[in-house]
């Protein structure tokens, strides 16, 4: 557990001293066709609006209208060739989705966003082997 801790603390701050590029965005809106995890919060269909927040790359508010939903915390992401269109990137398993990635249009860089441990677990859970007992003839 401390060992978890201190290494997570050194993952901060070397992600803390990465050069930092601007953005070139000030929001980023979608429309999201079915339920998503951002975070730990649950997000039902609708239309939402993602914002960096000033002064803390990496983090981003949704807002569904004007009221705020929930902060998400990214990290930096490049691909090898710049993205036709802003997208988000959802992960999932045809039941339930979690926001992973968004790429930016025109851009190489996007963001990788940090998925809680508690949805990680999950979905660990439901990857795994199950063993169902059988019964050997002959």
């Known amino acids: 557990m401390r060992l978890t801790r201190i290494l997570r603390v050194l993952a901060v701050m070397a992600v803390a001293f990465l050069p930092i590029k601007a953005q070139s ?3 980023v809106y979608v429309h999201l066709p ?3 995890m ?3 919060r649950q997000l039902s269909p609708g239309d939402y609006t993602l914002r960096p927040l ?3 790359p990496g983090f981003f508010t949704v807002y569904n209208g004007m009221t705020f939903e929930t902060l998400l915390h990214a990290m930096p992401a490049e691909k090898l060739y710049s993205a036709p269109q802003t997208e988000l990137v959802l992960r999932g398993n045809g039941r339930e989705y979690v926001l992973d990635k968004m790429w930016i249009a025109g851009e190489t860089g996007g963001y990788h966003f ?3 441990e508690s ?3 999950r979905e660990r859970e439901r990857r795994a082997a199950i063993e169902i007992p059988a019964t050997k003839i002959g």
Do not use: D, Q
């Open 25 to 27: 965005f000030s929001a």
């Open 34 to 36: 079915y339920t998503v």
């Open 38 to 40: 951002f975070g730990t």
């Open 54 to 56: 000033h002064g803390a």
């Open 114 to 116: 940090v998925t809680p």
């Open 119 to 121: 949805i990680k677990s």
